[in-house]
């Protein structure tokens, strides 16, 4: 047994905090005063969040020289960053935006791919991946698991869903999530409506990801109105989630809902930064320069 304090300091609202530790076992008399930290990062150069243990061998979720985050073994008796080792390499696209350490030696790994949610399980010690959770076009919105216990619980909502709780059991061979809970809406029929996904190049040639929802079999004869909506800056994707009066436009109305993920979001805190900074314009003339919209044999096709 290895008994530790991990303490994170941060600084403002950027991603980034130091790194200290105390070792409890060298403390002969119990605590008594300040404990005496041993200062891992003394800088503010990358975020560091603490994700599971095996004795003196860490586990840390950082964006150190990965935007896209990444997680790192740190053995804290031999804690100079050149002995730092990749469990899971950064991903060259998509945003790992948590993890969890489940069921003694598993780690749950939720990503952003185009903006909106993966989920997978991988092994603690080898960082292999083990397998990926089914999901639809949607957003893990919540997630409970712990690594003495041998199930996990993860909440799941979209444009046409408003949350559904998963269930699994990690100690059977074969591992399928079952529905625990569902929320449903009365009078609501989600299989008379489709989510798809299109791209489209902005100014720069950057692919914009795009949600449309609508009823199934429209016809896009320029007749439908279109709700547009868009947002980017501070790191704060829009992924997709449920809304009663937006459904009640696209049901009542005939209605489009179009959702470009404009530049901004939450594609790491170097494409933050370039969209904030750098391109400042880039992500308004993403948005004030929307794409045509056309339906050919099923197929969302999206042309400037």
């Not at 949350?163 to 569902?182: A, N």
């Not at 009663?244 to 790491?268: C, D, H, K, W, Y």
Request: hydrophobic share 35%; with cysteine.
């Amino acid at each position: 047994l290895f008994r530790s304090v991990v303490l994170t300091i941060s600084e403002g609202c950027d991603p980034v905090n130091r790194l200290f530790y105390c070792d409890l076992d060298q403390l002969a008399q119990g605590i008594n005063g300040l404990l005496p930290y041993v200062k891992l990062v003394d800088n503010f150069d990358a975020e560091y969040e603490y994700i599971a243990n095996n004795g003196s061998l860490f586990t840390f979720k950082t964006n150190l020289n990965s935007p896209q985050y990444k997680l790192i073994n740190v053995d804290i008796e031999n804690p100079e960053m050149k002995n730092w080792r990749d469990l899971v390499k950064e991903h060259e696209k998509d945003v790992l935006s948590w993890a969890a350490c489940v069921k003694d030696n598993y780690l749950v790994l939720c990503y952003l791919h185009d903006v909106k949610s993966v989920l997978y399980l991988h092994d603690l010690e080898s960082g292999a991946r083990l397998m990926t959770f089914p999901l639809e076009i949607g957003t893990i919105c919540g997630f409970s698991g712990r690594r003495k216990l041998t199930e996990v619980f993860y909440h799941f909502t979209s444009f046409l869903t408003p949350g559904i709780i998963y269930h699994c059991d990690l100690t059977k061979k074969t591992l399928e999530p079952t529905i625990f809970r569902e929320t449903k809406v009365k009078g609501f029929d989600p299989s008379k409506f489709e989510t798809t996904q299109a791209f489209y190049p902005s100014k720069d040639g950057t692919l914009i990801p795009m949600f449309v929802v609508q009823k199934k079999g429209l016809v896009f004869d320029g007749s439908h109105p279109c709700y547009l909506y868009g947002y980017g800056g501070f790191n704060i994707s829009i992924t997709p989630s449920f809304s009663t009066s937006r459904l009640i436009f696209i049901q009542n109305m005939g209605g489009v809902l179009a959702i470009p993920n404009i530049r901004g979001e939450s594609t790491g805190r170097l494409g933050t930064r370039e969209a904030c900074w750098v391109r400042s314009r880039t992500f308004l003339t993403t948005f004030t320069r929307p794409p045509n919209i056309s339906f050919k044999s099923d197929t969302l096709r999206v042309k400037n």
